[in-house]
C-alpha cells in the first residue's frame, strides 16, 4: 500500500492544504495536469505553477523551480516522471511544504524516504483531484458522471 494512502489521511491532507505548487504544470487544457490543476483551483486552492517553459499558466505567475515561489507551500503536486521525484522531493523539504503529492503512475520510494525524513507527509501514486472528488463529493461533476460511484444509497435497484 503506498504511503500516505488511508481515507483519513489524505482527506486531511487535502482539508490542511490550501496552497498548492503543481510541479510540470502544462498549459495545455486538455493535459492532465492542467485539468487536475484547475479542477482544485475552482475548488478553492491556490495553484502555484511549476514550469521552467511558461510564465503563467491557468492566471498565475508560473516558476522555474520550487526555490523560485516567493511565499509558503503546503503541498507539493509532482506531474514529472518518477526519476524526477527525488530531487523534487528535496527542493519540498527545502521550501518546507508539508506535503509530497505524486501523481498516478509517480512512484519513486527514494523520494518517499526524502520526504518522509525531511518531515513532510507523502502521498504517492494518487490523483489529487480524483480524491479530492472522491472524499469530498465531487465525483457527479462533468466527467465523472458516471452514476457507477456513489456514496449516497440508490432509491432504485439497477437491473
Same mark, same amino acid.
Request: proline share 7%; hydrophobic share 45%; net charge positive.
Given at each position: 500500500?503506498?504511503? &500516505? ?14 496552497? &498548492? ?17 484547475? $479542477? &482544485? ?12 517553459? $511558461? ?15 516567493? +511565499? ?51 502521498? &504517492? ?5 480524483? +480524491? ?28
Amino acid at each position: 500500500m503506498p504511503p &500516505m494512502s488511508d481515507i483519513n489521511t489524505l482527506r486531511r491532507v487535502l482539508r490542511e492544504s490550501r496552497t &498548492m505548487a503543481v510541479v510540470g504544470l502544462s498549459a495545455d487544457w486538455f493535459r492532465p495536469s492542467n485539468f487536475a490543476a484547475k $479542477y &482544485m483551483q475552482a475548488h478553492g486552492y491556490r495553484i502555484i505553477p511549476v514550469n521552467p517553459k $511558461y510564465d503563467e499558466i491557468l492566471g498565475e505567475k508560473c516558476y522555474p523551480n520550487l526555490a523560485a515561489i516567493p +511565499e509558503p507551500v503546503d503541498l507539493v503536486d509532482v506531474f514529472r516522471k518518477p526519476a524526477d521525484a527525488s530531487a523534487i522531493a528535496r527542493e519540498a523539504v527545502a521550501i518546507g511544504a508539508r506535503t509530497l503529492w505524486l501523481q498516478i503512475g509517480v512512484i519513486n520510494d527514494e523520494a518517499v524516504k526524502i520526504a518522509e525524513s525531511g518531515g513532510l507527509s507523502v502521498v &504517492m501514486d494518487r490523483c489529487v483531484k480524483i +480524491e479530492y472528488a472522491r472524499l469530498f463529493g465531487g465525483l457527479n461533476w462533468f466527467g465523472v458522471n458516471t452514476r457507477l460511484i456513489s456514496s449516497r444509497r440508490p432509491t432504485w435497484l439497477p437491473y
